[in-house]
């Protein structure tokens, strides 16, 4: 038997509050944090700690930095040094679009008993060198404090993505079906959320920032690096190439031509690379219908309001993070009420319960509190919805379909 809706719902009342922030947050006494409170690593820390596992070509010993092309050229150890430590250089530091091209990934999906492989288009955008300097060591302090307040409480469990656990995928979903295993039979459900990176909420960003902080307002310099990722430009590689007079890519293959970095001219000098930007910043292409496209483009905005944050940068994967604080206690906190788990690997969510408690109850309660921590555009995909029922056979958990009540194993 399981719990009314009406039901269901007075028990949520009764046994949650709403959730006013991780419980051991600790607010600051002053409006603003120090301005160089984060200036807390030594010059070899940054260099082991950031700078080598950014900066150096994975599983080689050669000294051979490690860089995406664009516009400026990679820092060395102590001129990164000197401007990521420094608030104030940080403060006043001038962005560069981000470069971005689409990402093809190919699933397979099961449908009707055929295997078919389908193409994913993930838009990606990566940060300028001196850019990305900043956010790998912004985004390495943020961890750090993040990784403090949850690592006493359930989200430590719960928050898979994006972490050092040193554990894999394989051991996590061996989690979810040992604790499947233990019951006597329960209910699964799993989520996806639409264009995660694309719908962020900067006004809930910034208080889930400030939270971590432990400050009730931005110093400068973070003010600053939180501006860059929310008011961010971006450029299609193609495009930038085309309007610098570089062929297009299958005329460079077949000319075996090698875009070079900087990114620049091909009569341009080596350091003339940010004089070529700043040419063609404002350049604007020509489209068939007579109408005009700029190189350097804005996300569109969602009733007249810009959302989301580069998906691609070092700081992308630590705010989506941050970002999911109170959804994540919500439903950790929700679990706990009622003897169940809830595992989240950024956009894609599981909860696992008792049977007692009904599959589209939970639903409920899962996409309302989406809506009310996570921001009205953070949205559930009803295409990746599934909801499984483990059930009791013979001494044999059979996974089913909870609508159908036909045969579906759970995927995850």
Same mark, same amino acid.
């Given at each position: 038997?399981?719990?009314?809706?009406?039901?269901?719902?007075?028990?949520?009342?009764?046994?949650?509050? /709403?959730?006013?922030?991780?419980?051991?947050?600790?607010?600051?006494?002053?409006?603003?944090?120090?301005?160089?409170?984060?200036?807390?690593? *030594?010059?070899?820390?940054?260099? %082991?700690?950031?700078?080598?596992? +950014?900066?150096?070509?994975?599983?080689?010993?050669?000294?051979?930095?490690?860089?995406?092309?664009?516009?400026?050229?990679?820092?060395?150890?102590?001129?990164?040094?000197?401007?990521?430590?420094?608030?104030?250089?940080?403060?006043?530091?001038?962005?560069?679009?981000?470069?971005?091209?689409?990402?093809?990934?190919? +699933?397979?999906?099961?449908?009707?008993?055929? /295997?078919?492989?389908?193409?994913?288009?993930?838009?990606?955008?990566?940060?300028? *060198?001196?850019?990305?300097?900043?956010?790998?060591?912004?985004?390495? &302090?943020?961890?750090?404090?993040?990784?403090?307040?949850?690592?006493?409480?359930?989200?430590?469990?719960?928050?898979?993505?994006?972490?050092?656990?040193? +554990?894999?995928?394989?051991?996590?979903?061996? %989690?979810?079906?040992?604790?499947?295993?233990?019951?006597?039979?329960?209910?699964?459900?799993?989520?996806?959320?639409?264009?995660?990176?694309?719908?962020?909420?900067?006004?809930?960003?910034?208080?889930?920032?400030?939270?971590?902080?432990?400050?009730?307002?931005?110093?400068?310099?973070?003010?600053?690096?939180? +501006?860059?990722?929310?008011?961010?430009?971006? $450029?299609?590689? %193609?495009?930038?190439? =085309?309007?610098?007079?570089?062929?297009?890519?299958?005329?460079?293959?077949? =000319?075996?031509?090698?875009?070079?970095?900087?990114?620049?001219?091909?009569?341009?000098?080596?350091?003339?690379?940010?004089?070529?930007?700043?040419?063609?910043?404002?350049?604007?292409?020509?489209?068939?219908?007579?109408?005009?496209?700029?190189?350097?483009?804005?996300?569109?905005?969602?009733?007249?309001?810009?959302?989301?944050?580069?998906?691609?940068?070092? $700081?992308?994967?630590?705010?989506?993070?941050?970002?999911?604080?109170?959804?994540?206690?919500?439903?950790?906190? &929700? $679990?706990?009420?009622?003897?169940?788990?809830?595992?989240?690997?950024?956009?894609?969510?599981?909860? &696992?319960?008792?049977?007692?408690?009904?599959?589209?109850?939970?639903?409920?309660?899962?996409?309302?509190?989406? *809506?009310?921590?996570?921001?009205?555009?953070?949205?559930?995909?009803?295409?990746?919805?599934?909801?499984?029922?483990?059930?009791?056979?013979? %001494?044999?958990?059979?996974?089913?379909?909870?609508?159908?009540?036909?045969?579906?194993?759970?995927?995850?």
């Amino acid at each position: 038997m399981t719990k009314s809706s009406a039901g269901f719902k007075k028990f949520l009342n009764q046994s949650l509050k /709403t959730p006013q922030g991780v419980s051991n947050v600790r607010r600051a006494t002053s409006p603003c944090g120090s301005a160089k409170w984060n200036i807390l690593l *030594n010059f070899d820390q940054y260099k %082991e700690e950031i700078y080598d596992k +950014k900066h150096r070509l994975k599983g080689s010993t050669a000294s051979r930095g490690k860089s995406r092309i664009h516009f400026d050229t990679p820092l060395d150890i102590h001129s990164a040094y000197s401007l990521v430590s420094d608030p104030d250089k940080v403060s006043k530091h001038w962005f560069l679009p981000f470069i971005g091209f689409d990402q093809s990934i190919r +699933k397979i999906r099961k449908h009707n008993g055929l /295997t078919r492989r389908i193409s994913k288009i993930r838009p990606l955008r990566y940060a300028a *060198n001196r850019d990305g300097y900043i956010y790998a060591y912004y985004s390495y &302090l943020l961890d750090k404090k993040y990784e403090s307040l949850i690592k006493d409480i359930s989200l430590n469990s719960s928050v898979l993505a994006y972490r050092s656990l040193e +554990k894999s995928n394989i051991d996590f979903a061996k %989690e979810v079906f040992d604790w499947i295993s233990q019951t006597q039979g329960c209910n699964v459900l799993t989520i996806d959320l639409s264009s995660f990176f694309d719908t962020l909420d900067h006004d809930i960003l910034k208080k889930q920032w400030q939270r971590v902080n432990n400050v009730e307002r931005l110093s400068e310099d973070h003010y600053m690096v939180f +501006k860059s990722l929310t008011n961010y430009s971006f $450029m299609n590689i %193609e495009d930038a190439l =085309l309007a610098l007079g570089w062929p297009d890519k299958s005329n460079r293959k077949r =000319l075996g031509e090698k875009i070079p970095n900087p990114l620049r001219k091909k009569t341009s000098g080596y350091h003339g690379a940010l004089n070529d930007f700043r040419n063609i910043r404002k350049y604007k292409f020509t489209e068939p219908d007579g109408s005009f496209r700029y190189l350097i483009q804005f996300p569109e905005k969602i009733d007249g309001k810009r959302y989301g944050i580069p998906q691609g940068s070092p $700081m992308s994967a630590i705010l989506s993070n941050i970002y999911m604080l109170d959804f994540d206690q919500y439903c950790c906190e &929700l $679990m706990e009420k009622i003897g169940g788990i809830y595992r989240r690997y950024c956009d894609d969510i599981i909860v &696992l319960f008792p049977q007692e408690f009904a599959i589209n109850d939970i639903y409920k309660a899962l996409e309302e509190a989406l *809506n009310e921590y996570g921001g009205s555009q953070l949205k559930i995909n009803p295409t990746k919805v599934e909801k499984i029922q483990f059930i009791n056979n013979s %001494e044999k958990l059979i996974a089913i379909d909870a609508v159908s009540k036909a045969y579906r194993p759970l995927q995850y």
